[in-house]
């Protein structure tokens, strides 16, 4: 029993003791293969993820937060179109806009690639869309939305044909802002084109 | 057994214990550590790496402080900032039992 228990109370220490000279010679050992016998503090490299590259000693940061999400746009459906058709041979260019729910002066197109052959063709001569050459009363829209025109489809007399369309759909907050993006036209008759906005 | 705190809550008394389900490869006296938890790969100087592996839970830095003293000719007081310093980098990446990693605020 007190062969035990001198056992226990001397291999114990010893033990330690062994453990302690061990943790030190592999201290020395540690600084001799690093070359630090002189003291620098212990160091940790910590590698990126994947290790794409390392960064020594400071605390890893964590991934950066994610950008806050983009306001969704708010869109106010078509604002304008413009397309361009064939009449008895006449290669005829329309504006309409929708502010006036009308034809007007076929100039230009902003914000979007003009149609093809907007350059040649002959304009439509006014604001009415009763003015097309020759033609009176032919040329009319409808539309369909709600509150905000989303979609409007062109009918021209039969015997016309459209070839091409390009308008705007204005975007932004509260107001009408001049961010918008482009509609392309549908041709989805001989004689009918569509431009469709997108509903917010 | 080490308990549960937080990185600034180590201090000389506190016996760290390195995380068990780590990999480790030593390779020239320096240890690469893999966390599977989240990828990240550390890797260890060679005394950093002898102090790694004496991190089993039943030593104080304290303790630890003693022996680099025998080691080093380097004042104590010194040698206990570099430890607890390390020690608290080792807990802020998580890789110490009971030590929650710990996200730097954004600056």
Redesign the interface.
Same mark, same amino acid.
Request: no cysteine; proline share 6%.
């Given at each position: 029993m007190d062969g035990e228990l001198l056992a226990d109370s001397t291999s114990a220490p010893a033990a330690q003791a062994g453990a %302690?000279m061990n +943790? +030190?010679q592999? %201290?020395? +050992?540690?600084?001799v &293969? #690093?070359g630090? @016998? &002189?003291?620098?503090?212990? /160091? &940790?490299?910590? @590698?990126? +993820? #994947?290790?794409a590259h390392?960064e020594v /000693?400071p605390?890893?940061? #964590?991934p950066p937060?994610p950008p806050p999400p983009a306001p969704a746009p708010q869109y106010h459906g078509v604002s304008y179109v413009g397309f361009v058709f064939t009449c008895e041979g006449v290669l005829y260019k329309a504006k309409w806009e929708r502010s006036a729910d009308t034809f007007v002066d076929a100039g230009n197109l902003p914000h979007c690639t003009a149609p093809a052959g907007w350059g040649t063709a002959v304009k439509l001569a006014g604001p009415s869309h009763k003015n097309v050459p020759g033609k009176g009363d032919i040329l009319f829209a409808t539309s369909f939305g709600d509150g905000e025109l989303y979609s409007v489809t062109f009918t021209l007399p039969a015997g016309c044909s459209v070839s091409d369309g390009a308008g705007v759909a204005m975007g932004g907050g509260g107001g009408r802002t001049d961010s918008g993006y482009c509609v392309g036209g549908t041709v989805t008759a001989p004689n009918e084109i569509t431009f469709t906005a997108e509903e917010s | 057994m080490s308990e549960a705190v937080d990185t600034e809550g180590i201090t000389l008394d506190y016996a760290p214990k390195r995380r068990e389900d780590l990999t480790a490869v030593e390779l020239d006296g320096e240890a690469v550590l893999y966390d599977a938890r989240d990828g990240g790969v550390h890797k260890l100087d060679p005394v950093a790496t002898v102090l790694w592996n004496s991190f089993d839970g039943s030593l104080t830095l304290r303790e630890l402080v003693l022996d680099l003293d025998a080691v080093f000719d380097r004042d104590a007081e010194t040698l206990a900032r570099d430890l607890l310093g390390y020690t608290r980098q080792l807990g802020a990446v998580g890789l110490l039992e009971g030590v929650p990693p710990h996200h730097k605020k954004k600056r």
């Open positions: %302690l +943790r +030190r592999a %201290l020395y +050992r540690a600084a &293969v #690093g630090a @016998l &002189v003291w620098a503090a212990p /160091s &940790v490299q910590h @590698l990126a +993820r #994947g290790m390392a /000693s605390i890893d940061e #964590g937060p | -």
